[in-house]
């Protein structure tokens, strides 16, 4: 048994066997075979061996032909490892001891050789994990032969294992039985975390080099809640986890009950929850889940499906579908907060050194007015179909807030000549996401219909720490002293000048938070759709004068941990015995 | 049971080409000693994990940088002309400079 650490991205427990995917997608269909297989096993590795050393051969001669004979040494090197008698017995032995399949056979010992590799700290060295790699997919397609199979067609409930996953391969999972998902690489608010989130299947990324460690149809645990992997449990594991597994269910169905209820303090005081949505099918599971509507509808993940542009008429598709699943409901739109990424950053002939603080997001399309000018034509259109906002990301400054405002009202101008129909007066307001910003509070609050606050980003700039890196995302937390004296200030602010603010940052999904953000005075809060249910419990559980004597104890203290606990501790009270806490 | 005309033969020499024990060595290393029948074993000193001298894999984990001193151990009926011939090509660094 082995038990590995990451980060958690959506909770709960899962457990199935493995499928680990790499860049072909196939997987390994049986881990174990019956004895009486094992000649034939035997007799698929020999011949996918043969079978791989002839294809080098061949991909050698022409490597050699195109690039010369130093480009082909390296395939000398994998035919060298696949005529290796030591590893061809170590596969045997499994083989014929073990009566594992030749393909999991090959994988495994193939992984525990990609490890040694990893270990090393010549960098020439570690390379060679790529060449393992590569030999392991070679000899493993041809044991396979014709019988490879891929995600769509899985018959049974699996632990989806991979190194990494691009935000479309994610995106195809909802309609796969893939119940868990675990991955190498990945901080925690990347784009597939997000994804991932929504997904709501439990999932723990940045595992480092768990897709090495595991092998597929080896069984995993997913332990969303601790943040742990672990893989071929013992039994007492094992059973332990599955009845954490039917407690956690009983949870959800009782936080499914609360779906209908009011998220009004126990003193009466009305709270309003939203759904942080990415495609606009999820506006309807916002409102399943008991939102009072969408808080924050992040288009740019339009751009995702990787088509380049999206046009006008998609968009308004896009648009009107999400209004029209929100069916009645309010629903923000933010315009493009694309960067740092690779739709812009594939645009330029130069990479930005610091993409993050580069020509992103508002300022992007402040420099594209025809991209920027059609989604606002798009949202203008739309807004004839239900209740919008409209909210630009990343404003640094009065002047470009009023710039993206003047475009705002030439596409209004535009669409008013040609006759087309849209809601006139459709409130314009503002992400609260940077220092700049938050120091001009006031100025903006006389300035925008209403803001939301961007913690993610917010609380990158403030603490300088990159969330999505493994080496210092742990400095990241809103909990930071600095933060929760920013975020009074600014509540503060918008409750003195009458403008509407709500939080649409991670940290408002986060039942620690919950207490001191009603305590600061926020009213409004926007997440991702599956944590609604939790946070209307506390909300209805809270009273507000409870909540501000939290707050302002937590304004006391100097440090994140003390925060953290005093939060944790005051959460607890409230709900004691819960098994999320 | 070491027979009447089994060998051993130990040698010690050291990697002096730039990139020590790289994918080139390695498999000019296996290419000369497959074509003795010892049973070959290369390790960096007593009490260090030894590597089959035959296998490319086992070779490219012994991380073997320029300046290693390599011990080649030998044990078959022509021990003695495997370790002569495999320190005589680390010897001429692998043909390579």
């Known amino acids: ?581 | 049971m070491v027979s009447q005309d089994e060998q051993t033969a130990i040698r010690e020499v050291t990697i002096t080409n730039a990139h020590g024990l790289h994918l080139r060595p390695v498999m000019k290393f296996v290419d000369v000693a497959s074509r003795y029948v010892a049973d070959i074993r290369v390790d960096k000193g007593a009490g260090t994990t030894p590597a089959d001298g035959k296998s490319p894999m086992a070779l490219m984990v012994l991380e073997a940088p320029k300046g290693t001193v390599l011990r080649i151990l030998a044990t078959g009926t022509d021990a003695v002309q495997t370790v002569e011939a495999l320190a005589a090509l680390i010897q001429t660094k692998f043909d390579e400079e």
Not at chain 1, 88 to 112: C, T
Request: some cysteine.
């Open chain 1, 1 to 581: 048994m082995e038990i590995v650490q990451g980060i958690t991205v959506a909770p709960g427990v899962a457990i199935a066997h493995a499928v680990v995917l790499d860049a072909e997608e196939y997987r390994i269909p049986y881990r174990q075979v019956d004895p009486a297989e094992r000649e034939r096993e035997l007799q698929l590795l020999h011949n996918a061996l043969e079978a791989s050393i002839t294809e080098l051969k061949e991909q050698k001669e022409t490597v050699a032909a195109q690039l010369g004979h130093d480009a082909a040494d390296v395939f000398n090197w994998h035919i060298g490892v696949l005529r290796d008698p030591a590893i061809r017995r170590s596969i045997e032995q499994l083989i014929r001891e073990r009566h594992h399949s030749a393909a999991y056979a090959v994988s495994f010992v193939m992984r525990s050789h990609q490890r040694r590799f990893m270990q090393m700290s010549d960098p020439l060295l570690s390379e060679r994990i790529r060449d393992v790699r590569d030999i392991e997919r070679r000899l493993v397609r041809h044991v396979l032969g014709e019988s490879r199979e891929d995600l769509a067609h899985l018959t049974k409930e699996v632990i989806l294992v991979a190194h990494d996953l691009s935000p479309s391969q994610t995106a195809r999972l909802s309609g796969t039985r893939a119940v868990g998902i675990v991955l190498d690489v990945g901080g925690s608010t990347s784009h597939t975390a997000i994804l991932l989130r929504s997904l709501g299947r439990p999932s723990v990324i940045g595992v480092k080099d768990v897709s090495t460690r595991v092998s597929g149809g080896d069984l995993v645990i997913v332990d969303g809640t601790n943040q742990l992997v672990i893989i071929n449990p013992d039994e007492p594991t094992l059973e332990q986890y599955r009845a954490q597994k039917l407690d956690y269910g009983r949870l959800m169905v009782e936080l499914e009950s609360l779906r209908d209820l009011e998220p009004v303090t126990r003193d009466g005081v009305r709270i309003y929850l939203y759904g942080n949505i990415e495609f606009p099918g999820e506006a309807k599971a916002s409102l399943m889940y008991g939102a009072d509507g969408v808080g924050l509808y992040r288009t740019e993940f339009l751009f995702l499906r990787g088509e380049g542009e999206p046009g006008e008429e998609e968009q308004y598709r896009a648009y009107v579908s999400a209004l029209t699943g929100a069916q009645g409901k309010p629903v923000t739109i933010r315009t493009f907060d694309l960067g740092a990424d690779k739709y812009t950053q594939e645009k330029h002939y130069e990479q930005e050194r610091n993409p993050m603080l580069g020509l992103r997001s508002i300022r992007y399309s402040l420099q594209h007015l025809d991209m920027f000018k059609t989604q606002l034509r798009a949202i203008l259109r739309a807004s004839v179909h239900g209740p919008v906002r409209l909210m630009f990301p990343l404003i640094i400054s009065l002047m470009e807030f009023r710039q993206a405002k003047m475009t705002l009202h030439d596409a209004m101008e535009d669409l008013q000549d040609e006759g087309i129909p849209f809601a006139k007066d459709i409130a314009v307001g503002m992400m609260m996401e940077t220092p700049a910003a938050a120091i001009q509070c006031r100025e903006f609050a006389r300035e925008v219909g209403f803001m939301s606050i961007g913690t993610n980003d917010m609380i990158q700039y403030v603490l300088a720490v990159d969330r999505g890196n493994e080496r210092v995302n742990r400095f990241y937390t809103p909990g930071h002293p600095a933060v929760v004296r920013l975020l009074r200030d600014v509540i503060r602010t918008c409750n003195r000048e009458g403008v509407d603010c709500s939080l649409c940052g991670e940290m408002a999904g986060e039942p620690l938070y919950t207490l001191l953000l009603l305590g600061l005075g926020l009213r409004s809060f926007s997440m991702a759709p599956r944590n609604v249910p939790e946070i209307k419990k506390l909300v209805r559980l809270a009273t507000i004068s409870q909540a501000e004597r939290v707050a302002r104890k937590a304004m006391t203290f100097e440090t994140e941990r003390q925060v953290i606990n005093f939060l944790r501790d005051a959460t607890k009270k409230m709900v004691p015995g819960d098994p999320i806490y």
